[in-house]
């Protein structure tokens, strides 16, 4: 009776005993697994911190490149750099398209390395869809600068022919203007212009500048101008600029038909005399000017 009773009781506690054990090593596997989901859930709450972070850094690098007028423009430190602006605004366009390339290159590799690392949460993939759109933005508005600046510059070089156009316009005129001045003052130069021509009464006739008509028998015979003039006999005198003309002769006589009012005759000396011109305008009516030497 007693040995049976040991051997239940054995029984007993070889099954508690492998019972215990059971529940030890599911102890230690639950164990295990909450030391694993506890290293995972750091590790990815590590992943998803860095991913926020990154994510963070790419916005405010998006919120870096500025685009408009003002930033587009260069500097005024690189405004000193040789080269026309057109070219510099194209050079700043480029910087911004290498920028917005970067970042997208940072975005794509941001979402590659959470795909490799198991991460997928609807947060940071709303975040990486909302970067993109802004690099979209920005690309957007990166072309339509280049495109606005594309047409500025046609814009500039119409403006630079028709400056050139209107400029050679303006040449044109002034040349036209230059030559019709110079046309106004060898007119006005021709009308102030006199000839004149002196000596005696043999002198004259011998240069055909005077005839001798009326009289008697070669007596009594007047000199008048002859009306055609050998214009070699004559000088030229330009009554604007000058008004005196000297005469080698003791006594004068004019015998054209200039105004007696427009002029005056002075004795300088025992045998020279002045014509001086006291109204041109009226005095240059008759061309030419003959006076007769005694």
Known sequence: MRRPIVGVMALIGVLLLGATVVSY?????SAADYAESKANEESMRQRYDGAVNEIVMIQDSLNTIMLGGDAVLPEA???EEPGTMHDKVLSRIATLRASVERTKGRIEELDARLKRGGVK?????????????????????????????????????GLATEVVERQQDINQKRLELEIKQEALVAKQSELATI??????????????????????????????????????AFTPMNTDNETVIAIPAHSVKVLSPQS??????????????????????EFRKVKHLIILKA
């Open 260 to 281: 007696v009012a427009s002029y005056t005759l002075y004795v300088t000396g025992k045998d020279t005399m002045e014509l001086r011109i006291t109204n041109p305008s």
């Open 25 to 29: 090593s599911k102890y230690k596997k």
């Open 195 to 232: 000839f004149y021509t002196m000596g005696t009464k043999k002198e004259l006739k011998r240069s055909g500048v005077v005839v001798a008509e009326g009289g008697v028998v070669g007596v009594g015979k007047t000199l008048k101008p002859s009306g055609t003039f050998n214009m070699t």
């Open 77 to 79: 430190s690189q405004a």
């Open 121 to 157: 949460i609807a947060g940071l993939q709303k975040m990486i869809g909302k970067l993109r759109r802004n690099v979209s933005d920005r690309e957007a508005q990166i072309a339509m600068l280049n495109n606005k600046v594309e047409s500025l510059n046609t814009q500039v070089a």
